[in-house]
């Protein structure tokens, strides 16, 4: 296809073009993005039920988030912190992650194995469809 601009202004529209580009990209990379808040979550917090959170609302929401990641590093600590110097070394890190990797794995199996279950019926309910016709 062929340019409809002279050959010795395509240089430096391309040039133009990239150096509004690239700024423009740059911007929308580095932008923050607000977290999205879950329904169940601005249900459990939007006291005054108008769809969004206000400060003292996001305050409470994140006086609990904290609260919960104490209770649970806590937790970890109780249960891996065998030297009991509250904080966890490179062995008990381990213990951790293995446990955590094990955890997952387990999921994953009672997941795949409860879709099989439901595949399985499926399958058993329209063979039996098809008997009955």
């Known amino acids: 296809m062929k340019s409809k601009l002279p050959r010795y202004l395509s240089v430096p529209a391309l040039v133009l073009a990239l150096l509004v580009a690239v700024p423009l990209i740059r911007a929308e990379e580095t932008t923050p993005v607000k977290p999205k808040i879950s329904e169940k979550v601005k249900e459990k917090y939007d006291a005054d039920k108008d769809g969004k959170l206000n400060d003292a609302e996001k305050a ?19 249960k891996y912190d065998a030297n009991k110097n509250g904080k966890l070394d490179s062995d008990e890190k ?40």
């Open 60 to 78: 409470k929401l994140k006086a609990d988030a904290k609260e919960k990641r104490e209770e649970v590093k806590k937790e970890v600590l109780e």
């Open 94 to 133: 381990e213990k951790l992650h293995a446990d955590r990797e094990a955890e997952k794995a387990k999921h994953r199996a009672e997941k795949e194995a409860h879709k099989a279950e439901h595949d399985a019926k499926k399958t058993a309910d329209a063979a039996a469809k098809n008997v009955q016709k």
